[in-house]
């Protein structure tokens, strides 16, 4: 009976979609744009009542500066791809080049870069210093950049059918995200089937997307995996979408364990349609060794904390494999900050299902870790990591929980940088995004080499002096795996999202960032007023940075800076 039921529901759930997708292809550029433009307005009039559901479900306290995480990595991050995907809607109307303001370059390896960052003078001062470019793939010619940009937005009428979006349950902008996606670029109408984790925010979902809703474009569905499954192999169901876990990617594409055997034998998967996906990975930092400043290991310790705390460790692009030359003479001090700079970060709870036990079985796999940062129980830092050990599954399994390793290897300067990107590319599971941190001097120094090893780097987002989560805040950028993934072998998923000047054939993004926040980056010759990021785990401000954030989105305007300035200054 219950089968039957939601056999039913899955009917009617694609037959209503079905028939928004006509009304969808019926729809002007015009009233697409307007469509979207109102979606902004109700996600800044609900932006509250979001962020109040998701400090529920994580467990935060009203008054904890961590808040600030779910302000920009939330509606911050939504109405910030609005505004972009507005843009180019708006040129597609007029019949302008998507892509006029937006300089291109051929970089050593002859393949074009776009630079998506900044993108006008509001992105020069809120991230000053920080610079974004879309690597196209090779063979890409300009020509043909400029002739496809636009997806499925070039021609409007030509709908491809309805697509089921599989949302995650760590952050809560993705699933909103991964949805407009579908509707813009794919062309598609959407069931959004919500990650049980994300129920909560169902109410606030179905208020911002209710011009969509309304118009039967898109649903938004709960439950379990019965109804998810039966909207994956529902015959009206014409594509999937998933952000999640390379085994549940394995579980919907080839079947239980028997299932996959005998499908990959015949070569024929259980899931008989196309699916894209974004599922994470094992990402490195690789820490190019320099001459640095007390000010500055402190710093960037801090830098690499947040990349492995930030959501309490539970990010698909969350730091997992710290790569250190063992030649480096600062490289004991680094690690000794680093081990400082995660006791130090605020409490929080390890409340990702399963978090837990993950870390419980990494401390039980590294037992000389058990008390490695400073006696805080949720958090890890895992030292002495060999590269060369098969057996060693924190190169190969996502922890999804605050466990930070780190491996050596020997080398400086350029010898150093080779080595730890072979082993990056090769050893590490996954391609969604890697991170470098070198000092300007040692990046100057290193010279046309330094670019070389950039273009040889496969990940889909690399970040430079920058966490890679900034590629993911940064609209215009986009975000998946490095491609060459296949069905059989997704590491971190096929295709990619946001991408909101709706590129065709995109590689990878490449963010660049300042070595040091200012002012300290002035006193050393560095051109940036960025301070410490909003993003860091330890900044005191960034509840109310990123609240501030969010109605600039909503609504840029001059007389709104100041405000955001000194807030960020204060953090």
């Not at 005191?540 to 200054?569: D, N, V």
Request: a neutral charge; proline letters at 6%.
């Amino acid at each position: 009976m219950v089968e039957d039921a939601v056999s039913r529901q899955a009917d009617e759930i694609t037959g209503r979609l079905h028939d928004g997708e006509a009304a969808w292809g019926r729809m002007s550029l015009v009233d697409r744009r307007k469509l979207l433009e109102r979606f902004g307005e109700l996600t800044a009039r609900h932006a509250s009542e979001w962020i109040q559901a998701a400090a529920r479900v994580k467990g935060l306290s009203e008054g904890s500066p961590l808040i600030g995480e779910e302000w920009i990595s939330g509606p911050w991050a939504v109405l910030g791809y609005v505004g972009a995907l507005r843009q180019t809607l708006q040129r597609l109307e007029n019949r302008e080049d998507v892509l006029a303001g937006f300089p291109i370059r051929t970089l050593v390896n002859d393949q074009l870069a776009v630079k998506v960052l900044p993108a006008g003078i509001y992105d020069r001062l809120l991230l000053n210093g920080f610079t974004a470019e879309v690597w196209m793939q090779p063979g890409v010619t300009e020509n043909e950049l400029r002739r496809t940009a636009g997806l499925g937005q070039r021609d409007p009428a030509q709908t491809r059918g309805v697509v089921l979006v599989l949302g995650a349950g760590n952050i809560f902008s993705i699933a909103p995200l991964d949805a407009l996606y579908q509707l813009y670029a794919e062309n598609r109408a959407v069931v959004l089937k919500l990650n049980p984790i994300t129920d909560p925010l169902k109410p606030v979902f179905d208020k911002i997307f209710a011009p969509f809703i309304d118009l039967g474009v898109l649903e938004i569905v709960t439950g379990g995996v019965q109804i998810g499954s039966e909207l994956a192999y529902h015959e009206q169901i014409s594509a999937v979408h998933m952000t999640g876990s390379e085994h549940t990617h394995d579980a919907i594409v080839w079947g239980s364990a028997d299932e996959a055997r005998a499908a990959k034998e015949s070569g024929r998967p259980k899931l008989d349609k196309p699916i894209t996906s974004e599922l994470g990975g094992v990402a490195p930092v690789i820490i190019v060794p320099g001459r640095w400043s007390q000010a500055d290991l402190t710093f960037q310790a801090r830098h690499v904390a947040t990349q492995r705390l930030h959501n309490s460790g539970s990010n698909c692009i969350a730091a997992q494999i710290v790569l250190v030359s063992s030649d480096w003479e600062q490289k004991d001090a680094f690690l000794a900050e680093l081990r400082a700079a995660m006791a130090a970060a605020p409490a929080r709870p390890a409340w990702y299902p399963g978090s837990d036990d993950r870390i419980r079985q990494a401390r039980e796999r590294h037992p000389e870790a058990a008390a490695a940062a400073g006696g805080t129980p949720a958090r890890t830092l895992l030292t002495g990591l060999h590269l060369g050990d098969a057996a060693e599954d924190a190169f190969d399994t996502e922890y999804f929980a605050p466990v930070l390793g780190v491996s050596e290897l020997p080398g400086t300067g350029a010898d150093f940088l080779r080595s730890a990107i072979a082993a990056s590319n090769q050893r590490l599971r996954g391609t969604l995004g890697a991170n470098i941190i070198i000092h300007p001097m040692t990046r100057k120094e290193l010279g046309p080499a330094f670019a070389r090893a950039i273009a040889d780097l496969r990940y889909g987002t690399i970040g430079i002096n920058a966490w890679t989560g900034v590629g993911y805040l940064t609209p215009y950028a986009t975000w998946g795996a490095f491609p060459g993934h296949t069905l059989d072998d997704v590491q971190s998923g096929i295709g990619v999202v946001h991408n909101a000047l709706l590129l065709e054939r995109t590689e990878r993004t490449v963010v660049d960032g300042p070595f040091r926040p200012t002012p300290r980056a002035l006193l050393h010759g560095e051109w940036t007023i960025s301070p410490k990021p909003p993003w860091f785990v330890d900044n005191r401000t960034a509840a109310t940075t990123g609240k501030l954030l969010t109605s600039f989105a909503a609504r840029p305007r001059w007389s709104a800076l100041p405000a955001i300035f000194a807030s960020a200054l204060r953090g």
